[in-house]
């Protein structure tokens, strides 16, 4: 129940594309969702977060989409650009605790 | 100054070695954390410390030792570690200690234990 569940492994998009990462979760307690973005050699790094009272928020070319009935969210870059290309991992967390629950991660790579 | 800054950025060491990282903050935050970072994983919490207290240990082996002198360090002492503890080591701080708070990563000290 603790598990976020993230797809696919790895992905690969030509430049101008959009990248598509999905998780799932079963515990319906969590009520925070990050996504980190993370370059080689570099640490997490916050990329956009959204709680469970919206099922979308924007922040430039990154959205993430929320669909609590279905205990699904995904993150959607559009016009995906060559410096995009990171490992890109979703979490969840809920109130009371310290930490996050992390995805496998997913592996993206923007072709020029 | 949204920095956390981690030294040294690799190191090697024998398996009766002692050693430590080291991670700094001038953020004015309040809580801080290990991670350990196996490739291709996501990061595992170790530690937290919240008001430079040790709030959170996650049943890690006492051959890692954090320590918090002040509100901006945050030390992890090492001791006959094992090769299996070969990793990324990440340090994270946040205003205070709660999810909702945005974690701010150091780049980490890549550790190879022979």
């Known amino acids: 129940q603790q598990q976020v569940k993230q797809s696919p492994q790895s992905l690969i998009v030509q430049k101008g594309g959009i990248s598509i990462i999905n998780c799932a979760y079963e515990n319906t307690a969590f009520d925070y969702f990050p996504w980190y973005q993370q370059f080689p050699g570099k640490g997490p790094a916050l990329l956009i977060a959204?709680?469970?009272?919206?099922s979308e928020k924007k922040e430039g070319r990154f959205t993430i989409s929320f669909n609590k009935s279905a205990k699904q969210f995904s993150l959607h870059i559009m016009d995906s650009q060559p410096g995009d290309s990171a490992t890109y991992f979703c979490?969840?967390?809920?109130?009371?605790?310290?930490?996050?629950?992390f995805g496998t991660g997913t592996r993206l790579k923007v072709l020029a | 100054d949204t920095e956390v800054t981690q030294t040294p950025k690799h190191l090697v060491m024998g398996m009766t070695n002692k050693k430590s990282l080291k991670c700094e903050q001038h953020?004015?935050?309040?809580?801080m954390y290990w991670y350990k970072q196996k490739a291709k994983k996501p990061p595992e919490l170790m530690f937290v410390?919240?008001?430079?207290?040790?709030?959170i240990n996650e049943s890690v082996p006492s051959r890692f030792s954090p320590e918090c002198p002040n509100s901006s360090l945050l030390n992890l002492h090492l001791h006959a570690l094992q090769p299996e503890d070969s990793a990324l080591y990440l340090c994270?701080?946040?205003?205070?200690?709660?999810?909702?708070?945005?974690?701010?990563f150091g780049p980490g000290t890549r550790l190879l234990v022979l």
């Open positions: 959204i709680r469970p009272d919206v």
């Open positions: 410390y919240s008001y430079e207290k040790l709030s």
């Open positions: 953020m004015g935050h309040r809580a």
């Open positions: 979490a969840a967390s809920y109130s009371g605790t310290y930490k996050y629950i």
């Open positions: 994270a701080s946040s205003q205070v200690a709660t999810p909702q708070e945005t974690q701010y």
